[in-house]
């Protein structure tokens, strides 16, 4: 197996400093009932990715809603060329709409965020000249507008998590993200939940890759209504992250079994 090579190790790279390692780009944005906030989402994501002057595509997925989201989407369409529409019925969960966009994904760095508009666009450029010094680009919300049992929530799932498994990032499930496509190769993602964040991270920390953080924008929600805090959300969760401690260390016995000189 072959490991995971660091960022340093990837020496000069063609792309202009500015936007890192990248040389091309897939942007999911997963929706679910996100009608009010899609449309302004992905216009301001494609406006920012063009800028960049990148060779990029972007992936939204319609999560099961049942408002117009879906519309909203096809409507822009005929006016952002590289925009695709990803679509399931019924609602497969934030986990289970990331992990399509991920599979529909075609180029060699991948962006998400959610279509609610609570993040600034204009943060992917810095986000993406992170990628000279990491393989995943963590954001954090530097001046979080959520409620207070929202950030409650927050701080004791991170903690939960660092105690299992270390210090993955800051702000483990701050929806901005850039990562190498190749992560997924060496990082298997089954989540349909809120436990894709620490899937991905954990993971990829796990085999070498390396993370780092960056404080981005995070702005009021202005329509919509969030899940996230959604007790069964919760549960669930931390019934995952049980079950996924265990398969993470089985596939690390197994990876170093077959690979006893790679470096994991």
Known sequence: MTPATPAAAHGTSSVPPPFGRVSSLSIVIPSYNEEASVGATVRGISSAVRATGLPHEIVAVNDGSRDGTGAAIRALMPEIAELRLVEH??????????????????FEWIAFLPGDNQFDPADLHRLLAETRRADIVSGYRADRQDALVRKANAFGWNLVVGLLFGRLCRDLDCGFKVFRHAVLDRVTITSSGAMIDTELLAGARARGFVIADLAVTHLPRRGGHPTGANPGVILRAFR?????????WRELQGERRSAPNARL
């Open 240 to 248: 995952d992250l049980a079950r996924f401690r265990v398969r993470l």
């Open 89 to 106: 019925h019924p609602n497969r969960g934030y986990g289970g709409a990331l992990r399509a966009g991920f599979d529909a994904a075609r």
